[in-house]
């Protein structure tokens, strides 16, 4: 398995806090990679440090074979990252966004598959203020892709949407990889992290207590004698919800 990103002995300081202490961690080419950790554990920090987006204080970053150090310039070229909001220009539609981040990066797009591709062809001609938080999501993690980049990075793409809106960016993310993009997401909720990632690393402040996938945590934490208090159901609250509401969208 080739490694597509390595992290090495990351320090990053913000003055005499310490918020990122020491981590290292792979990832693996193809697959989609789970950091988490609690608010202010160090994911987006640690996150935008391999985006090129920050400095690091110290430790040794290789992306695809690119040196962070040396060649910073070579890494943002095969990587997609998802806009602040404030990227979206309030007075173009999506058609005019696409044109114009193809245009940012030198890349002819085909403004008609891409939106097939995240299910907002009825909305070419919206604003992105217009969207609703389902769609602005999607249309969002389909702008990391415009560069055809091997690797995204996502940033707590699920946060505040409802259970059938993170469904389908499940689906959406995982139809990515399925193109051979690997994809590195953060993430407080351990349910999304168990049905979409193939391994995680756990980070509380400032440094990965475990990592692997869900499945060997899961196990290893049964080996060690732990038992759930309450009798597991073989349903949940939120499965209740969905098979109340169905699972298509409800955005329009
Ligand atoms: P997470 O993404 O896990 O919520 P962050 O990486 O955003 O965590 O933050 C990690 C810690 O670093 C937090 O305590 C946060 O307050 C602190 N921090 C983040 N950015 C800055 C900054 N620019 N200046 C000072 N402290 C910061």
């Known amino acids: 398995m080739k490694k597509i990103i390595e992290v090495q002995n990351l320090v990053k300081r913000y003055g005499n806090f310490e918020a990122v202490k020491g981590i290292s961690f792979d990832v693996n080419e193809g697959e989609i990679f789970g950091l988490l950790g609690p608010n202010g554990a160090g994911k987006s920090t640690t996150l935008e440090i391999i985006e090129t987006l920050r400095q690091k204080t110290s430790g040794k970053i290789v992306v695809d074979g690119f040196d962070l150090d040396k060649q910073p310039d070579e890494i943002k070229k095969i990587i997609g990252v998802q806009l602040q909001t404030s990227g979206y220009y309030p007075g173009l539609n999506l058609t005019e966004l696409i044109k114009l981040f193809g245009g940012l990066y030198n890349e002819k797009v085909d403004v008609t598959g891409f939106l097939q591709m995240v299910n907002l062809t009825d909305k070419a001609k919206a604003k992105y203020k217009e969207l609703s938080g389902g769609q602005k999501q999607r249309f969002s993690i389909a702008t990391t892709l415009i560069n055809q980049p091997k ?12 259970p059938q809106a993170r469904r389908n960016l499940w ?57 759930r208090k309450k009798e597991v159901k073989a349903a949940t609250l939120e499965d209740v919800f969905i098979n109340l509401t169905g699972k298509s969208l409800r955005e329009e």
């Open 151 to 162: 690797i995204i990075f996502l940033d707590e793409p699920t946060t505040g949407l409802d």
């Open 171 to 227: 689906e959406l993310i995982r139809g990515i990889r399925e193109k051979g993009t690997t994809v590195i997401i953060t993430t407080h909720y351990m349910d999304e992290a168990e049905v979409l990632c193939d391994r995680v690393a756990v980070i509380d402040s400032g440094k990965i207590i475990a990592i692997d996938s869900p499945d060997k945590m899961v196990d290893d934490l049964v080996a060690s004698g732990f038992e």
